[in-house]
């Protein structure tokens, strides 16, 4: 009886999981009915606009766009210098200018697709149908921006990776060194239990919590470190400390009682007699800590940190205490930059009222999945790779 319980408990949580993927799946793909602003026979009768020579994609720029939108294009760069391919697409995006009308999530394009088209073609006349992956290389290397066609995730993805970077830099030695004073030279007194205790509470503390100390601390408190003016940084829009090194030792503090607490366990389960054999052969405690303790508890002390740095690139509340963005397009460029998170870019596309903004928030889903993915196997692969150089 209990055997079937906990293979219906397993069937169960498979199938829910299989459920959530199908349903992002289901968002991230899918037709859309397009209409241009103006349609490319009005350029080249053909509808080609690769027919057309530099000097002639400049001209539609200069009649079609603003005065002061040109000026801006040749500020950043002199539009006879630029490539035909970058012409086309200024051309493209800002006079051609197409805009999803309307769009279908995997499921209604599969089954219903001439239908859909029929509906459009009686609708629409000018719009026309195609299938559009939202997750694609072009939305990964291209920032934010208020038009769901064109938005991308690459300022995100940047402000995570370095926010994570960060977290791992400060939490695993800090909680990993906590952990050995702990269990190895602490002992068992008054003082020690408190701190256990109260390692333990942390562990359970609602993220928000750490949000608001992290802005007690680092915004507020050590504004001159994490806003970069003690090192010359002067950027007016950071100099409140709301900064990358904020969020990432924000992050730290979050997963810290987690990596100490997981350590800890990692530590327990290595035999006393291992300890007691190289103190015997006359090495001193570190020396049988470094050389024989950490060794054999690595491989589950680098679980422990897998599941916590899981739950440090998914946190949302305490980014948002410390004042992430939620709309930013400008890269950081250094920890002490302006920044947002994958996490709060879903969130932010999410609460638009466009269902275009749905697919998009479905593709940054599964780019933050495969993220965290990847960042699981390789820690797996490093902690395989350790245990067989142990082993051998």
Known sequence: MINVVF??????????????????????????????????TEFVESGNLDLLKNSELIGILEKHLSKGLVRRYNSEKPLDERSTKELMEIVF????????????????????????????????????????????PKFIVTSQSSVPEYAGIRTALLGSLMIIAITILVAFPLGVGTAIYLEEYAGVNKVSRLIQINIYNLSGVPSIIYGLLGLTVFVRGMEPLTSGSLFGFS??????????????LTLAILVLPI?????????????KSLRYAGLGLGATK???????VLPSSMERILTGTILAVSRAIGETAP???????????VDPNNIFSKFTTLPIQIY???????????????????????????????????????????SN
């Open 7 to 40: 293979k219906a408990a397993t069937v169960f949580t498979l199938f829910m999981l299989l459920l959530l993927l199908v349903n992002i799946v289901n968002d991230a793909f899918g037709y859309v009915a397009i209409e241009n602003s103006i349609e490319p």
């Open 93 to 136: 995006t800002r006079v051609i200018e197409p805009r999803v009308i309307e769009s279908w999530n995997l499921g209604e394009s599969l089954l219903h697709r001439n239908e859909i088209i029929e509906e459009i073609r009686i609708s629409n006349p000018n719009a026309y149908v195609e299938f559009r992956a939202w997750i694609n």
């Open 235 to 248: 950027d007016a829009s950071t100099a409140n400390g709301r900064t990358i090194l904020s969020a990432g």
């Open 259 to 271: 990596i100490i607490i997981n350590t800890q366990e990692a530590l327990k389960g290595v035999s």
């Open 286 to 292: 570190w020396e049988t800590i470094w050389a024989h």
């Open 319 to 329: 980014i948002v205490v410390i004042g992430a963005s939620t709309f930013i397009a």
């Open 348 to 390: 932010q596309w999410t609460a638009r009222p466009q269902g275009e903004f749905r697919h998009i928030a479905a593709a940054a889903i599964i780019v933050l999945l495969v993220l965290l993915l990847s960042m699981n196997t390789s820690a797996i692969l490093l902690r395989n790779r350790m245990g067989k150089k142990r």
